[in-house]
């Protein structure tokens, strides 16, 4: 039984090896070919959308309060 703890130690680091250098080499490849690049340029284009739908909502919802202030607004707040 003791013999099998170094082959499991030497399997282990092989592997831990292994994934390290494979996973070094998928992010030397991304890199290269310029997919965060992409990423970052999708991602930019969510968050403006968002933020112009934002805006929008904000908008619409001050023209909604704007319109409501006259007269027909006193009988809401009853």
Do not use: D
Request: proline content about 3%; hydrophobic content about 45%; overall charge positive.
């Amino acid at each position: 039984m003791a013999a099998a703890a170094p082959f499991f130690t030497r399997r282990l680091a092989a592997a831990c090896g292994f994934s390290f250098i494979l996973g070094a080499g998928m992010e030397l490849f991304m890199i290269k070919t310029g997919f965060y690049e992409i990423v970052t340029e999708k991602e930019a284009e969510r968050y403006v959308e968002r933020v112009e739908q934002h805006r929008e909502l904000v908008r619409r919802m001050r023209e909604r309060e704007a319109g409501g202030q006259g007269p027909a607004s006193s009988s809401r707040a009853a």
